[in-house]
């Protein structure tokens, strides 16, 4: 299977200040079709997990621009450009390239 | 808009089954992979089992023997059927459409 290795796991922000979180694979997740199935969530406390971004660096509908994914290969990052309240919770990276898909362990992003 | 309810968990003794359903609205389910995903309460997220469009199925290691996913197309619903159940599947399951869109979860405990 594919490890997906996320750091920090722990990620402690004061508002309005910027945040960075890196996911690193274990193999190259760059499809066959030459897409790279890479995604990233977001699970708030109680709530399902909701996508943010989509083949690496795509935001999805209604995500805030102050959101932005990078990378290629086996490395990739979500930045955040300035934290908000609402950011709070665990931040898990997936890959869909190889079955089994994978997450990472998720980074818990906290207001200082 | 797109809409996924799950039902079917519970409270079910090792070594039984369990089938777990997943309602869908607003988009057709056999025209996208359509998924299960699970979390132990407090812990990371587990890809399950897949289903493509093409009727094609994909298991965890773990689960596979166990666990049998399909769809009814004039439901338009997704199901689970879970035997030979091990506290080791204790979890909230998700009903996925893609990545990108869950429910709410259906928790399994599985416990003497």
């Known amino acids: 299977d594919v490890v997906m290795t996320q750091s920090p796991l722990s990620l402690p922000v004061t508002l309005g200040q910027p945040a960075s979180m890196s996911c690193r694979s274990s193999?190259?997740?760059?499809?066959?079709?030459?897409?790279?199935?890479f995604y990233w969530f977001l699970q708030r406390p109680g709530q399902s997990p909701r996508r943010l971004i989509y083949?690496?660096?795509n935001r999805d509908s209604g995500v805030p621009d102050r959101f932005s994914g990078s990378g290629s290969g086996t490395d990739f990052t979500l930045e955040i450009s300035r934290v908000e309240a609402e950011d709070v919770g665990v931040y898990y990276c997936?890959?869909?390239?190889?079955?089994?898909?994978?997450f990472g362990q998720g980074t818990k992003l906290e207001i200082k | 808009e797109a809409q996924l309810v799950e039902s079917g968990g519970g409270l079910v003794q090792p070594g039984g089954s369990l089938r777990l359903s997943c309602v869908a609205s607003?988009?057709?389910?056999?025209?996208?992979?359509m998924s299960w995903a699970r979390q132990v309460p407090g812990k990371g997220l587990e890809w399950v089992s897949l289903i493509n469009p093409g009727g094609r199925t994909y298991y965890k290691d773990s689960v596979k023997g166990r666990f049998t996913i399909s769809s009814d197309n004039s439901k338009n619903t997704l199901y689970l059927q879970m035997s030979s159940l091990t506290a080791e599947d204790t979890a909230v399951f998700y009903c996925v459409k893609g990545t990108d869109f869950w429910g709410q979860g259906t928790l399994v405990t599985v416990s003497s």
């Open positions: 997936l890959q869909s390239t190889h079955w089994p898909w994978t």
């Open positions: 607003g988009f057709t389910v056999s025209n996208y992979p």
């Open positions: 083949k690496v660096s």
């Open positions: 193999q190259s997740l760059v499809s066959s079709d030459g897409n790279t199935y």
